[in-house]
């Protein structure tokens, strides 16, 4: 292994797409994430801002990926108003990806969590897997993929909740997932979203006796498996994860869902 | 594979350099059970610090470059981590820093009653204002840091030397005449990169430490160096990603060698270089590392 070929690579914004009130796409040309496999990411540079984390939430043979964030911080601030020509930095795709097998699946997403969701689901069902998808925001506006998603898995296998009952069902993607367990023999649990909610899905999915994996999110330096800044346990989330299945959370469960660490390495609450 | 260093004893010659994947207890742990002979912590000063901005790493043709800016959670908080663990006898070195003499004493205070090996003292961060080569580049300060360590621990002292320096070997005399019971050599060397598209420094702190392969050869020429002159045990760092990397520096008179970018290969890289260390060893009828040390003079 080489660590040279971990150089940045500098590419240039395609498109912006506003997909809701708080969340945008950001479109670039990348080969190398033509190979990334669903739930791995990217490490995006801002210039002159921040370099951090993204899932990526589309890709394609031809190396058009996309990003979706939330402004949250200085370098999602800048990288949702990218605009076509801007110019941003690219490492990876890194980490450990989603199982993609063929199985009776439930995917999960929670507001930018749904971000990985959309490649996974086509995934699935290239592998052949029957395949579910409950949609969480906390209202309607809040709601992402809902159209993309609901065409790559049709309507009728889209459960969308809303926090404030605006629109689907009232309350929270956890409602929802034990009973769409149990009706549809579902035997593989995907999520990615407030970890909160991910923390109940695990339990949820460990009493119901099927598998589980969840793409977590830590405070991430260098996405090579060297600076141990996101360390959950003692995974790695860059190289180990960010995507975690069952049983390397259930090693963590004095972390996961409660405890994530600061950049210094303090423990903070989530 | 044993080895001895100054009375701490190692399961085998290679352990985790300082600042890789070592801020947390359970990481440390699980490079000791991948196979590390010993492991030393990310650096600890007094107060907690989250560093620089990213990017704080950023990978060159030469190896990779890093202002991470010392970001640690503190000692007291480390210490609690330390605590954890107690009982278990776990080869734990700890890596610590401060602006002077007090400062790295009120850390020695604050860590001192824990369980672990010995103290590491990062006199050498080259990218950080007030600490690391801005005072460990000054005989006077670094005797005076050693001092102030030596006198309120009875666990070995080791110091970790820059090679930012012509000065090394006198900073290295000087720790070890204040009280050091061996040397570290090296850590990153003084670097930057200029991203052309943008024209932008790389690092959000510009300046950061070149580590991995392109440093290799500096920190052979340290090491043959201080062991020539010093009579104290070495510490081998820089570069080291396979065997031939680690017998390299053992020869030059390191009697252990720390191993940090390399992690980039994932943790089955402790295996990897002790199997080959091991053949090595096998093949040339050594008995013990010990028996290699220096042997690069002999000419």
Request: with cysteine; net charge positive; aromatic share 6%.
């Amino acid at each position: 292994m080489d660590i040279s070929s971990e150089r940045t690579r500098i590419r240039r914004v395609i498109r912006n797409v506003k997909e809701n009130r708080s969340i945008t796409s950001v479109y670039f040309k990348d080969e190398e994430c033509s190979s990334a496999k669903p739930g791995q990411f990217v490490m995006l540079w801002e210039p002159g801002f921040d370099e951090f984390p993204m899932s990526l939430s589309n890709y394609d043979e031809q190396g058009v990926c996309s990003v979706t964030a939330k402004p949250w911080g200085p370098g999602s601030n800048e990288l949702v108003r990218a605009k076509r020509g801007d110019v941003i930095g690219i490492r990876g795709p890194y980490g450990h990806p989603f199982t993609v097998e063929r199985c009776s699946a439930l995917l999960v997403g929670g507001g930018t969590g749904l971000a990985p969701m959309l490649p996974l689901a086509r995934a699935l069902l290239r592998a052949g897997s029957k395949v579910a998808v409950v949609i969480g925001g906390r209202t309607k506006a809040d709601l992402l993929f809902e159209k993309p998603l609901q065409r790559a898995v049709r309507r009728k296998n889209v459960f969308l909740t809303t926090d404030d009952g605006s629109y689907g069902h009232a309350g929270f993607p956890t409602d929802l997932a034990e009973g769409l367990i149990a009706e549809r023999k579902v035997t593989r649990v995907y999520t990615c979203g407030p970890e909160v909610m991910m923390r109940k899905l695990y339990e949820i999915s460990v009493r119901a006796g099927v598998d589980f994996e969840a793409s977590l999110e830590r405070s991430m330096k260098c996405g090579i498996g060297i600076c141990g800044s996101c360390s959950i346990g003692k995974n790695l989330l860059c190289r180990d994860g960010a995507v975690l299945d069952a049983d390397a959370l259930k090693e963590a469960l004095d972390e996961f869902g409660l405890l994530q660490r600061d950049p210094s390495g303090r423990y903070i609450r989530i | 594979m044993r080895v001895s260093v100054a009375g701490m004893k190692f399961e085998n010659p290679i352990l985790l350099a300082s600042g890789i994947a070592g801020v947390t207890v359970k990481t440390l742990t699980r490079a000791i059970e991948s196979g590390a002979g010993g492991v030393v912590s990310k650096s600890i000063g007094l107060e907690p610090r989250e560093g620089y901005r990213n990017p704080t790493l950023v990978a060159t043709d030469s190896g990779l470059l890093n202002a991470v800016g010392l970001s640690n959670p503190g000692a007291h908080a480390f210490s609690e981590e330390l605590a954890a663990v107690k009982g278990r006898r776990l080869p734990i070195v700890v890596s610590i820093f401060g602006g002077g003499p007090v400062e790295f004493g009120r850390v020695v205070e604050i860590l001192d009653r824990n369980e672990f090996l010995a103290y590491e003292l990062n006199l050498s961060c080259p990218h950080v204002e007030g600490v690391g080569t801005e005072i460990g580049h000054d005989p006077e300060v670094v005797a005076a840091v050693v001092k102030a360590v030596r006198s309120r621990t009875q666990k070995p002292v080791f110091v970790k030397l820059s090679a930012n320096t012509h000065r090394t070997l006198e900073v290295a005399r000087a720790a070890v005449g204040s009280g050091a019971n061996g040397i570290t050599a090296i850590n990153s060397m003084g670097a930057m990169a200029i991203e052309v598209e943008t024209g932008r420094p790389s690092l959000a702190h510009k300046y950061g430490g070149l580590s991995g392969p392109g440093i290799r050869p500096i920190a052979v020429a340290r090491i043959y160096e201080l062991y020539e002159n010093l009579k104290v045990p070495i510490i081998g760092c820089g570069g080291v990603s396979t065997w031939e990397h680690a017998v390299e520096l053992i020869l030059a008179g390191a009697s252990a060698v720390e191993v940090g970018t390399a992690l980039y290969e994932g943790y089955g890289v402790f295996n990897k270089i002790n199997r080959g260390v091991e053949q090595y060893m096998k093949r040339k009828k050594y008995r013990r590392v010990q028996e290699m040390v220096g042997l690069g003079h002999k000419f």
